[in-house]
């Protein structure tokens, strides 16, 4: 009869066992072929075999109640599922816990596009670790009297804002950009409004404010930029 040393996951049931030898008192499971395919034996004709090798088997819990063989990574492609695959996940303390690190994440909207006829604030927002964000602010429908201006808010410590647009009368799409450099931001970028070369804060709000009472129909949305 095969054990398993304490601690350690035993093999999956119903999969072959052969031998089992004892190594300095700990007893290990010794699989079949076809449960050790990266543990080869070398022969001179450039063939392989690794029947009857002890392994040493590297398991992962599967974030349940069972545990997944560590694989090779074999990813043909990204935005794989990474199933099986062992993977060392950045993570940085915000003073109190843990956060997972960020890609370069796809533009989301902050303020749904929607009729408004006063000053109107976005959810507070959270930047994990993005040195940058560029916004597009999206006017649809106007009154024709009444302007609109768009403030973003520092709400990390001591609130204050990081940038301002022109009042807006008319319906138009506007870009704005804020990152930190020692260069000239933006370039001559055609579409870029205004840029402000700052670090972008941890905790952040946009406000639209409204000159008057007429009806706006806008939407703002904010990429990360790492």
């Not at 004892?22 to 079949?32: E, K, M, T, Y």
């Not at 034996?41 to 090798?53: E, I, P």
């Not at 940085?92 to 596009?113: H, K, M, W, Y």
Request: aromatic share 6%; glycine share 10%; charged share 15%.
């Amino acid at each position: 009869m095969s054990r398993s040393a304490p601690g350690l996951p035993r093999a999956a049931a119903g999969l072959p066992v052969v031998n089992t030898p004892a190594l300095n008192g700990l007893v290990l499971d010794v699989q079949s072929n076809d449960m050790n395919p990266g543990i080869q034996a070398r022969t001179d004709g450039g063939q392989s075999s690794n029947q009857g090798l002890a392994a040493a088997g590297l398991y992962l819990r599967n974030g349940v109640a069972d545990w997944r063989s560590w694989q090779a990574a074999q990813l043909a492609a990204d935005a794989a599922n990474g199933q099986e695959v062992a993977t060392a996940l950045g993570i940085a303390f915000n003073g109190t816990s843990f956060d997972r690190l960020r890609n370069q994440l796809p533009p989301v909207e902050i303020i749904a596009s929607a009729s408004r006829s006063a000053t109107n604030s976005s959810a507070q927002q959270t930047n994990f670790n993005a040195r940058g964000i560029l916004l597009e602010w999206d006017i649809t429908v106007v009154p024709g009297v009444d302007t609109v201006t768009l403030q973003l808010e520092n709400r990390g410590g001591v609130s204050y804002i990081m940038l301002q647009s022109a009042a807006e009368v008319g319906v138009i799409t506007r870009h704005y950009l804020i990152y930190p450099t020692t260069g000239t931001i933006g370039g001559s970028a055609p579409d870029l409004d205004i840029s402000v070369n700052s670090p972008m804060a941890r905790f952040f709000r946009a406000t639209i404010v409204h000159s008057g009472a007429g009806a706006f129909e806008y939407s703002l949305s904010v990429q990360p930029v790492l």
